[in-house]
């Protein structure tokens, strides 16, 4: 199960228990709204149901949001081993893309923005790191083993491996997130 993961990253960050991570970690209180609707959004039951469950989980994803500033729509699709350092201002679009093992710091947003055939929202790789505060909008590809260094705007696609940083964000090196991504 893809929680289980999420959980995993944040007992090796902490090197406390998942009790303990569930009852005082935020990003995780949000995961575990987003796995839960999510799941329900993907499946295959009748659409009648679906759309009860949904509504539902509208209403409880919107409680979390308000209490973490953490927006997760269930329809967005976010890879396993998601880590949320810190709460507070993270805007993920519903049609976003994010890989697995990747960490994502307090302010970051992930959105539509572009015109004509840019205009769509980012598609980010795995383990991917994105700092403090920063944007990452348009149709544009994030490569896997990326680092998007904080209050970065990046409006162009990135290279595996890479780190960009600025605004709006250019490659500053070829170090990639294996330092940031435990």
Request: aromatic residues 10%; glycine residues 10%.
């Amino acid at each position: 199960m893809k929680f289980s993961k999420d959980i995993k990253r944040y007992t090796d960050y902490s090197g406390k228990s998942a009790l303990l991570m569930l009852l005082t970690q935020q990003g995780l209180w949000s995961l575990f709204y987003y796995r839960i609707f999510n799941a329900a959004y993907r499946s295959h039951i009748p659409n009648f149901f679906k759309r009860i469950i949904l509504m539902i989980g509208v209403v409880f994803q919107k409680k979390v949001e308000i209490f973490t500033g953490i927006t997760l729509p269930y329809s967005a699709t976010i890879g396993e081993g998601l880590y949320i350092g810190h709460h507070s201002g993270i805007i993920i679009n519903a049609a976003a893309v994010i890989g697995d093992n990747c960490n994502i710091s307090q302010g970051v947003t992930i959105g539509v923005s572009g015109r004509g055939s840019k205009r769509g929202v980012p598609t980010v790789g795995d383990r991917v790191y994105i700092g403090v505060n920063a944007v990452i909008a348009g149709d544009i590809k994030i490569g896997n083993d990326a680092v998007i260094a904080a209050n970065s705007l990046v409006t162009k696609d990135v290279d595996s491996g890479t780190t960009v940083m600025g605004v709006p964000a250019f490659k500053v090196s070829d170090r990639n997130s294996h330092d940031y991504i435990l």
